[in-house]
């Protein structure tokens, strides 16, 4: 049983630059979720698909950011332009549709831009 | 709008003794809640859920919460705590819109346990 992969783990960037990140989800889960954690805080909703499908995008995502699942399995999510207060813990997560609602979570890829 | 507040951000605790994390949620129906673990530079690992059902939840590790719905709490309780247990702790309940579970999930702010030798 192999989880929720993310890549890469850790990336420092200038800002100004773009950045992608992937999350590779549990394969028979149908919803993928990204959250963005900064230190000291708990999760923060950004967007989430179910298939292919984006279904949500919170106001924190700026138009800076765009996420996508083109095949409803790999997801990736850029950032254009990063800015300091982009730094942050982003994690992805995964379920099934019609579960008892627990997601399961990657370990998360750290950005830190100068 | 469901929303949850974790009751003191850092929490310490003797080697031994009694870990007691707090949370309490709003929702205007039956929710779903979990506590989730953080170690540094990690993700977030599941440790107990409730959905329905027994009020008493155990899960991994030797924790235990209850739900109780007249206190809209959750609270996370280990009788004795391992070095091991230093993290971060997430509360969190499944958002609604209407009837409808959207399956995202709203987190609490965390609270750091640590453990002294």
């Known amino acids: 049983d192999t989880g929720v992969s993310q890549d890469p783990r850790h990336k420092i960037t200038k800002r100004g630059q773009n950045v992608t990140f992937r999350c590779d989800p549990i394969?028979?889960?149908?919803?993928l979720y990204w959250y963005r954690q900064t230190l000291g805080q708990g999760p923060e909703f950004l967007t989430y698909?179910?298939?292919?499908?984006?279904?949500?995008k919170s106001r924190l995502l700026s138009d800076r950011f765009s996420a996508e699942r083109p095949k409803g399995s790999f997801s990736t999510l850029e950032i254009q332009r990063t800015e300091q207060g982009d730094s942050a813990m982003y994690l992805c997560?995964?379920?099934?549709?019609?579960?008892?609602?627990?997601?399961?979570f990657g370990e998360g890829s750290r950005l830190t831009v100068l | 709008a469901q929303s949850v507040t974790q009751l003191g951000s850092h929490v310490s605790v003797s080697e031994g003794a009694l870990v007691l994390l707090r949370c309490n949620y709003s929702?205007?129906?039956?929710?779903?809640l979990f506590w989730y673990v953080q170690y540094p530079n990690q993700g977030l690992q599941l440790l107990l859920k409730?959905?329905?059902?027994?009020?008493l939840v155990k899960g991994i590790n030797g924790f235990e919460a209850e739900f109780k719905k007249s206190e809209t709490s959750f609270h996370l309780t280990k009788p004795s705590a391992h070095m091991s247990d230093a993290a971060e702790y997430f509360c969190?309940?499944?958002?609604?819109?209407?009837?409808?579970?959207?399956?995202?999930?709203?987190f609490g702010q965390g609270t750091t346990l640590q453990v002294k030798p």
């Open positions: 997560a995964s379920s099934i549709q019609g579960g008892h609602g627990e997601l399961f």
């Open positions: 394969s028979e889960h149908n919803r």
């Open positions: 698909f179910q298939n292919e499908a984006q279904l949500e």
């Open positions: 929702s205007s129906v039956p929710p779903y």
């Open positions: 409730y959905t329905t059902g027994a009020t």
């Open positions: 969190a309940v499944s958002e609604y819109r209407g009837s409808s579970n959207t399956g995202k999930l709203i």
